[in-house]
């Protein structure tokens, strides 16, 4: 008698989450500690926080994963889930952010035990990449980083790009003009499809759409004047 196996595509995730738009999975959690510091959640701007999905019906996936990252079963619990998405490409964060040295620990040891698969992870928490990646220490070979300007509209000066790319770490910032923005996808609000920039460490200028966003955009820029 043969044992039925469930297919891989069909299997239920616990701790990821599959997404349209991005067409691979991504892990999340809760916006509790990142909005502390994050300027696109003041102004409004932030897309987690405008997201139903991840603020209501995911909210009890994404407090049992933070709970997750925080514990010692992190890496083999992940890697086991990993496995069975079926998928060469995962993303951390769509929502939230790393805010302890120990997470970039375990990711990066995560990235180390699956080294055929490409992992993204978007941060703006600038301070523990300096602690982690100290002198001339760089992120494992399949893990991109992409450090994000905080302030909503604004290029990184240049020397910060610089300094950064050097590390193997790419930065993102966003515009509100599309001639500017090199992301087709925040730009026709489609799907990524073929693009993989953000795995291939290219620094990422994201076009700022939604509904309300310039309304918000320039109510918060009259707001710092």
Request: with cysteine.
């Amino acid at each position: 008698m043969t044992t039925k196996t469930k297919s891989c595509t069909s299997t239920k995730l616990k701790y990821l989450s599959r997404n349209s738009k991005l067409l691979y999975p991504s892990f999340d959690i809760t916006l509790n500690e990142c909005q502390k510091s994050c300027n696109y959640f003041v102004s409004k701007l932030c897309y987690a926080k405008n997201n139903p999905r991840i603020m209501i019906y995911n909210k009890p996936k994404n407090l049992r994963n933070e709970a997750l990252l925080n514990s010692k079963s992190f890496v083999s619990t992940i890697k086991k889930e990993i496995l069975l998405s079926n998928s060469r490409k995962i993303r951390f964060f769509s929502a939230g952010d790393i805010y302890k040295i120990s997470h970039l620990e375990k990711i990066e040891r995560l990235c180390l035990a699956l080294p055929n698969i490409q992992f993204w992870l978007s941060t703006h928490n600038e301070f523990l990449l300096s602690e982690f990646y100290k002198q001339d220490k760089k992120p494992v070979k399949n893990l991109n980083i992409i450090l994000s300007n905080s302030e909503p509209n604004t290029e990184w000066e240049l020397f910060l790009k610089k300094y950064w790319n050097k590390k193997r770490i790419a930065t993102s910032s966003t515009t509100n003009e599309k001639s500017l923005s090199n992301c087709h996808s925040s730009v026709e609000k489609s799907s990524c499809d073929l693009c993989e920039k953000c795995f291939t460490g290219e620094n990422i200028t994201y076009f700022i759409h939604g509904k309300y966003a310039d309304m918000r955009l320039k109510r918060y820029e009259d707001q710092k004047e």
